[in-house]
């Protein structure tokens, strides 16, 4: 099966003083249709630093190379211009903090409204009619209150929903969510994942879902790739990558999500205890 999005050596090094500091070191990988692959990594891995630079949201002072291709199409080197429309049309992206991609000024309904008016050629009343479509999808209640809401008005997560289906509702071939169930509560995590399985599920939709967590990865990567200090240190499922990680780095992330399921079932049998 093609590719949707491939990287193939991919390096990123940051320009200060006449002097270059490699950050990320020939990543490669690829994602086909229907297929999540999950890059796993703590803060300053390189993982969001990688897809940042493919898909051309890097400040000034970096210097990328390597190849980074959409649908069988050389990304790097295209311009600002060609890389906005891409975004937010072909290639979905879901970002960690919700509240920083919603104009505080305008409210929910306008703002996706906007976002309608850019990709499609909808006209108004059809553009009202899919945002509530689309709120419904992601089972939101009370629709017209929320589209009449200020961001602020809103919690993370029925943010972090809203943003969720607006990329969806543009039907992309590619979504990328970078560390989007981090700053939420535990049982809206769980109905986060939710919906980005259901939309790979019945969209086909192909994914890359970036994260420190491996619970989280576990339960929607068909690939797992691990980056550590800008390289690709283990690859495979969730098996492998549990069971067979050869990578010392990999394995302290596996040790980690023990010592994590152990404080849980302790915390739980600790519980049971209390109510015998």
Known sequence: MTPVFELEGLRVSLCQRHRQTELVKGVSFS???GQCLGILGESGSGKSMSIKAAMGLLDKGFFV???ARFQGEELLGKSAEELRRLRGGKVGMILQNPMTCFDPLYRVGAQISETFAAHTSLNAAQIRQRSMEM???MRIRHREEVLEKYPHQLSGGMLQRIMIGIAAAMEPALLIADEPTTAIDAITQAEILDELIRIKREN???MVFISHDLNAVSRIADEIVVLNQGQVVDR???HHILHHAADPYTRLLVEKRAAVMRRYR???EG???DHA
Do not use: M, R
């Open 204 to 206: 086909q939709t192909a």
């Open 65 to 67: 190379s390597g190849s």
């Open 135 to 137: 709120l419904k999808t």
């Open 266 to 268: 302790s915390v739980l």
């Open 31 to 33: 994602v086909s249709p």
């Open 236 to 238: 495979g499922d969730f």
């Open 271 to 273: 519980k049971e205890a």
